[in-house]
């Protein structure tokens, strides 16, 4: 991975270095693309074979039949593309965990100002004990709040912020036995490449994920799992020759499958570079071989931050995944701004990020994070809360 040189990285949740075989993927499939002739008759087998290559391949990792897989720019539009084309009556309810993205967030406001529904909150960010008593709260918790009216909920996989992960599967579930069982989005994108997904992708009704953070591959790619009633429901928003069962004269409607999601020209060397880092991944072992040596460096982390005065992780367990959330405070017990501490450590060459609610600093830990960056970072931490 050449941006690991001469740094520490921390920031797999917000984008992962590419791998350099998947850079040369990229690279050798746009020299293919080119000698081929970019839109000539003998290009078509190879960009089909491309795309279709990895459908299948995330189609596995989904653990859904690849019909229900589709392409998207990034997590996002995976969200919200399917989301647009339900159909929605005044009075909906969508009920929304207190710790979605923004992004995200930003579109359910706008959908709800567009088609009149109504927001309702599920709170979720303040669990942050152990995966049991997590799970058994979120499903209390759901149970209360929602109503004849609630016809969406929305909860990451695996929280952005705290760290925590949510009982994806249990939760469908719980849904199925609502009178309206309404629809159950996702948002993936810390978990495709960190977590097992196959369990939550084939239980949500829309699980959407990037490819450019945990998986190491590019930016400008990503990809939904979309569920069979979802599809019977659900009308593209946004409409392409890729949305269309034939393109030309006389155009066919649309893909039957999840391929209706998909709008128009992509570029196919960056499927090339994601299909390079997930076989990369998948080298290691399975996913759950994965996830333990993810954890194996974040319980690390956790567990050295908890030597340290002043300092209080967000979870008060080891972590389930990769994401380490913290605050810090000086010598005096005031808390320390995440922006300075950031700089601080960017100056020496360690690199982790800040988030805005809760206000805190934030180090994700991979399969290439070592026992000695680890240690580095910590000291540099116990450095700065001294000083």
């Not at 690991?4 to 499939?29: E, R």
């Not at 399917?82 to 579109?107: K, N």
């Not at 945990?214 to 429901?233: N, Y």
């Amino acid at each position: 991975m050449p941006a690991l040189a001469n740094k520490t990285y921390f920031n797999y949740g917000g984008q992962g270095p590419l791998p350099s075989p998947s850079l040369a993927a990229i690279s050798d499939a746009f020299a293919t693309i080119q000698q081929l002739g970019p839109f000539s008759d003998a290009v078509w087998p190879y960009v089909n074979g491309t795309v279709s290559g990895l459908r299948q391949r995330l189609a596995a990792w989904f653990g859904v039949d690849q019909s229900r897989v589709a392409f998207t720019e990034n997590v996002t539009s995976g969200c919200v593309l399917p989301l647009w084309g339900l159909p929605w009556q005044a009075g909906d309810e969508l009920l929304v965990s207190d710790a979605e993205h923004y992004g995200v967030v930003a579109a359910l406001e706008e959908l709800a100002r567009r088609h009149q529904l109504r927001i309702t909150a599920l709170a979720v960010a303040d669990l942050t004990g152990e995966a049991e008593a997590t799970a058994a709260a979120v499903g209390q918790r759901l149970e209360a709040a929602l109503s004849p009216h609630t016809r969406l909920v929305v909860l990451s996989h695996l929280l952005w912020n705290t760290g925590q992960t949510m009982p994806i599967a249990a939760v469908a579930g719980q849904l199925a036995n609502h009178p309206r069982h309404p629809w159950l989005l996702v948002d993936g994108a810390q978990s495709l490449g960190s977590l097992p997904v196959a369990e939550a992708a084939a239980a949500a009704d829309i699980y959407a994920c990037t490819g450019h953070k945990w998986c190491c591959g590019p930016e400008g790619l990503g990809a939904v799992a979309l569920s069979e009633r979802l599809l019977e429901a659900s009308n593209p928003t946004l409409i392409g020759w890729r949305t269309l069962e034939h393109d030309g004269p006389g155009a066919g409607g649309y893909h039957q499958d999840a391929r209706r999601f998909e709008v128009a020209t992509s570029c196919t060397p960056l499927f090339a570079g994601l299909n390079q880092s997930l076989q990369l991944l998948e080298a290691e072992g399975d996913a759950d071989a994965r996830l333990a040596a993810i954890r194996e460096r974040s319980v690390q982390v956790w567990e050295g931050l908890q030597q340290m005065a002043g300092v209080r992780t967000l979870l008060t367990v080891p972590p389930p995944a990769g994401l380490v959330s913290f605050t810090m405070g000086n010598p005096s017990g005031e808390a320390r701004d995440p922006a300075a501490v950031v700089k601080r450590l960017g100056d020496q060459g360690t690199w982790l990020r800040t988030l805005e609610y809760p206000r805190c600093l934030r180090a994700c830990t991979h399969l290439v994070s070592t026992a000695d960056e680890v240690e580095r970072l910590l000291l540099q931490l116990v450095q700065l809360s001294v000083g």
